[in-house]
T-cell receptor
Framework: NAGVTQTPKFQVLKTGQSMTLQCAQD?????MYWYRQDPGMGLRLIYY???????DKGEVPNGYNVSRLNKREFSLRLESAAPSQTSVYFC?????????????FGPGTRLTVL | DQQVKQNSPSLSVQEGRISILNCDYT??????FLWYKKYPAEGPTFLIS?????DKNEDGRFTVFLNKSAKHLSLHIVPSQPGDSAVYFC????????FGKGTRLHILP
């Protein structure tokens, strides 16, 4: 069991470039999430997918799009990267979206936008 | 407006002593609280949780206490070990999980 995997681990972009962060889980979880972590800001939810075929905005969705490709995969796209999107991005999954389901996190993608 | 607050950015504790990490929240609709631990260059890992209907939950060296009237919870680690040095995030949920900013715990030899 690999758990939650993320690619790439590191990425440097120029302002205006686009890229897609990939996330996959092999735990047969229904719900998946994208967070960003900035110094002194904790983890902030960007988008989540409660189940296959659904996506919803989180706390900081502007500048991002997501795709729940299938039950295993949930991708995050930056259409036109900005320096403010420099951050560490974490993907997570949980069995269900309800209250009593812990989230399992991937190792993160460190993104720098110049 | 922060709904989950960890007011201590860092904490240093002697090995073998008790570590107490604190967390305050503002939303009375939160029904479940969690603590996550994070090492550098890794994703957060779930540590312990507590339902709003309880006031204590214990798992080995880790105990979480919830005081609903004060909207306060705390994580106790006894005894503290070197491997406990990490960033600890408090989190709370109603329909989504809201994370605090984290507290960096240093266990001193």
């Amino acid at each position: 069991n690999a758990g939650v995997t993320q690619t790439p681990k590191f990425q440097v972009l120029k302002t205006g470039q686009s890229m897609t962060l990939q996330c996959a889980q092999d735990m047969n979880h229904n719900s998946m999430y994208w967070y960003r972590q900035d110094p002194g800001m904790g983890l902030r939810l960007i988008y989540y997918s409660a189940s296959e075929g659904t996506t919803d905005k989180g706390e900081v969705p502007n500048g991002y799009n997501v795709s729940r490709l299938n039950k295993r995969e949930f991708s995050l796209r930056l259409e036109s990267a900005a320096p403010s999107q420099t951050s560490v991005y974490f993907c997570a999954s949980s069995l269900l979206a309800g209250s009593y389901n812990e989230q399992f996190f991937g190792p993160g993608t460190r993104l720098t936008v110049l | 407006d922060q709904q989950v607050k960890q007011n201590s950015p860092s904490l240093s504790v002697q090995e073998g002593r008790i570590s107490i990490l604190n967390c305050d929240y503002t939303n009375s609709m939160f029904d479940y609280f969690l603590w996550y631990k994070k090492y550098p260059a890794e994703g957060p890992t779930f540590l312990i949780s507590i339902s709003s209907i309880k006031d204590k939950n214990e798992d080995g060296r880790f105990t979480v206490f919830l005081n609903k009237s004060a909207k306060h919870l705390s994580l106790h680690i006894v005894p503290s070990q070197p491997g406990d040095s990490a960033v600890y995030f408090c989190a709370a949920r109603d329909d989504k999980i809201i994370f605090g900013k984290g507290t960096r715990l240093h266990i001193l030899p």
